[in-house]
């Protein structure tokens, strides 16, 4: 079975194929990178087909700079590409903090320029895979999640679904906190990505939501991203918001930190990107996949130990986080931690497969999952994945409030996908106006204006 990776240059990249080989799973024996990019074909993508070699697979993984080539026989195909790269980041951030507003990557005016730039050459991808491999599932990861599985699922006739940890990451640390197996727990979760909430949390068929929010203070010193909520409106509204919410419920405060930190979420991803990819060029430059590797582990290491801390704490804690996994020593090659998306991405594979069928967190077609939103809405839900393909289960009732800003957003990224595939510019202007973190029309208009400028040809296909 053939797996083609979308982005196959992208820093995650190998990580992912090293997780996916030292799992055992066993579920591919061909994995093609598609990256556009010279530069990370010869570093990230070189890094994994090397990874490969050394784990024993050599031959497995493949690097191309066609489409086509990746798509042929592919079974499976994994979307994670960034058009504009992490410059593109940057501006969609800058453009929206100059004017005191929320610029996170996924949500607000930032996740909206982002899904203007991306759905155009996800869809024109699509088409390729069509003509290339019309029975392929494409696992998209690519951002914004829902915003882009949308767009597939409407404007193409591919099959995909959208696969995101931050909610199964919620429920890993929660589980953790409270000291159980995560065979034990049973629970209730809905929304979009990046806007879900956890309205059960039972554990051997106890339900202990009202234990979690009434020790929420605890669970906030246990793990940082629940201090980014404040703990009474957490007890008020009656359920555990996941992550990215807090861009929608504190935005002041979002502002305010990176105005302390002096540097964005997308600045701080740019520079350990660059300082990565430079790395691992000097490690093969000098050396061999092994020095390649603990190069690159270290300052993904680093990435992710300072997920979200600027954007809630206003300090990235990198020097800690430096100093931490420098005392760690060399990362070894065969030690894989499957988790993350990746990990998701091989429960929605074994379930399609047949192999072990499972409830997975995915972004899909709603049906009658969320009965306020309309059947082709793309929702976050828990759903049965198996060979007969994906089954949006009945979640539970969401807070009121909830309902009503899920409502608003969808209907933000409703518009925003046919103002992408219509190529209309007054549309985008609306579907900006629509959206929470965005006050007006008036302002929406002037943030796609400098959108439109900063980023030039990647939107210039609006009318």
Same mark, same amino acid.
């Given at each position: 079975?053939?797996?083609?990776?979308?982005?196959?240059?992208?820093? $995650?990249?190998?990580a992912?194929? $090293?997780?996916?080989?030292?799992?055992?799973?066993?579920?591919?024996?061909?994995?093609?990178?598609?990256?556009?990019?010279?530069?990370? $074909?010869?570093?990230?993508?070189?890094?994994?087909?090397?990874?490969?070699?050394?784990?024993?697979?050599?031959?497995?993984?493949s690097?191309?700079?066609?489409?086509?080539?990746?798509?042929?026989?592919?079974?499976?195909?994994?979307?994670?590409?960034?058009?504009?790269?992490?410059?593109?980041?940057?501006?969609?951030?800058?453009?929206?903090? #100059?004017?005191?507003?929320?610029?996170?990557?996924?949500?607000?005016?930032?996740?909206?320029?982002?899904?203007? #730039?991306?759905?155009?050459v996800?869809?024109?991808?699509?088409?390729?895979?069509?003509?290339?491999?019309?029975?392929?599932?494409?696992?998209?990861?690519?951002?914004?999640? *829902?915003?882009?599985?949308?767009?597939?699922?409407?404007?193409?006739?591919?099959?995909?679904?959208?696969?995101?940890?931050?909610?199964?990451?919620?429920?890993?640390?929660?589980?953790?906190?409270? *000291?159980?197996?995560?065979e034990?727990?049973?629970?209730?979760?809905?929304?979009?990505?990046?806007?879900? /909430?956890?309205?059960?949390?039972?554990?051997?068929?106890?339900?202990?939501?009202?234990?979690?929010?009434?020790?929420?203070?605890?669970?906030?010193?246990?793990? !940082?991203?629940?201090?980014?909520?404040?703990?009474?409106?957490?007890?008020?509204?009656?359920?555990?918001?996941?992550?990215?919410?807090?861009?929608?419920?504190?935005?002041?405060?979002?502002?305010?930190?990176?105005?302390?930190?002096?540097?964005?979420?997308?600045?701080?991803?740019?520079?350990?990107?660059?300082?990565?990819?430079?790395?691992?060029?000097?490690?093969?430059?000098?050396?061999?996949?092994?020095?390649? /590797?603990?190069a690159?582990?270290?300052?993904?290491?680093?990435?992710?130990?300072?997920?979200?801390?600027?954007?809630?704490?206003?300090?990235? !804690?990198?020097a800690?986080?430096?100093?931490?996994?420098?005392?760690?020593?060399?990362?070894?090659?065969?030690? @894989?931690?499957?988790g993350?998306?990746?990990?998701?991405?091989?429960?929605? =594979?074994?379930?399609?497969t047949?192999?072990?069928?499972?409830?997975v967190?995915?972004?899909?077609?709603?049906?009658s999952?969320?009965?306020?939103?309309?059947?082709?809405?793309?929702?976050?839900?828990?759903?049965?994945?198996?060979?007969?393909?994906?089954?949006?289960?009945?979640?539970?009732?969401?807070?009121?409030?909830?309902?009503?800003?899920?409502?608003?957003?969808?209907?933000?990224?409703?518009?925003?996908?046919?103002?992408?595939?219509?190529?209309?510019?007054?549309? @985008?202007?609306?579907?900006?106006?629509?959206?929470?973190?965005?006050?007006? =029309?008036?302002?929406?208009?002037?943030?796609?204006?400098?959108?439109?400028?900063? !980023?030039?040809?990647?939107?210039?296909?609006?009318?």
């Open positions: 079975m053939k797996l083609a990776i979308l982005g196959g240059g992208g820093v $995650r990249m190998p992912f194929v $090293r997780a996916l080989l030292s799992s055992g799973a066993n579920l591919f024996d061909e994995i093609s990178l598609f990256d556009p990019d010279p530069f990370r $074909r010869e570093t990230t993508a070189r890094l994994a087909v090397e990874l490969a070699s050394a784990l024993g697979y050599p031959g497995m993984v690097v191309t700079a066609e489409p086509e080539t990746a798509f042929t026989d592919a079974a499976f195909v994994f979307s994670a590409i960034r058009v504009g790269g992490d410059q593109g980041r940057v501006i969609d951030e800058e453009v929206a903090l #100059r004017r005191g507003l929320v610029g996170q990557e996924t949500t607000g005016p930032g996740g909206a320029a982002m899904a203007l #730039r991306t759905i155009p996800v869809l024109s991808y699509c088409e390729s895979l069509a003509q290339c491999s019309p029975q392929a599932v494409l696992i998209n990861f690519t951002n914004p999640v *829902g915003i882009i599985t949308q767009a597939i699922s409407l404007h193409s006739g591919v099959r995909v679904v959208g696969v995101c940890d931050t909610p199964s990451g919620t429920l890993s640390r929660l589980g953790a906190f409270l *000291g159980v197996e995560p034990t727990v049973s629970f209730s979760y809905s929304g979009l990505n990046h806007l879900g /909430w956890i309205s059960s949390f039972s554990v051997e068929g106890e339900e202990r939501i009202g234990e979690l929010i009434g020790r929420y203070e605890e669970l906030q010193r246990f793990d !940082h991203r629940f201090a980014a909520f404040d703990a009474d409106v957490v007890r008020r509204l009656g359920a555990l918001p996941t992550e990215y919410v807090f861009y929608y419920y504190d935005p002041h405060r979002y502002v305010d930190g990176v105005a302390r930190a002096g540097s964005s979420r997308g600045q701080d991803v740019l520079r350990l990107n660059e300082e990565l990819i430079s790395g691992v060029a000097r490690a093969f430059e000098k050396g061999g996949v092994e020095d390649a /590797w603990s690159y582990s270290l300052l993904l290491g680093v990435r992710h130990d300072t997920y979200m801390r600027t954007d809630t704490e206003g300090d990235s !804690h990198q800690e986080a430096r100093s931490k996994r420098g005392t760690g020593g060399p990362a070894r090659l065969s030690e @894989a931690d499957i993350g998306y990746e990990g998701v991405a091989l429960q929605v =594979i074994a379930g399609l047949s192999r072990r069928p499972a409830q967190i995915v972004n899909t077609p709603n049906g999952a969320m009965p306020f939103l309309e059947p082709d809405d793309v929702v976050e839900v828990p759903t049965f994945v198996h060979g007969g393909g994906l089954q949006p289960l009945a979640t539970g009732e969401l807070p009121r409030s909830a309902r009503g800003l899920v409502t608003q957003v969808k209907e933000y990224e409703r518009t925003l996908v046919e103002a992408a595939v219509t190529r209309d510019a007054g549309l @985008a202007e609306l579907a900006l106006s629509l959206n929470p973190l965005v006050p007006g =029309i008036s302002v929406a208009r002037d943030l796609l204006a400098e959108y439109r400028l900063r !980023h030039g040809e990647h939107l210039a296909y609006l009318r």
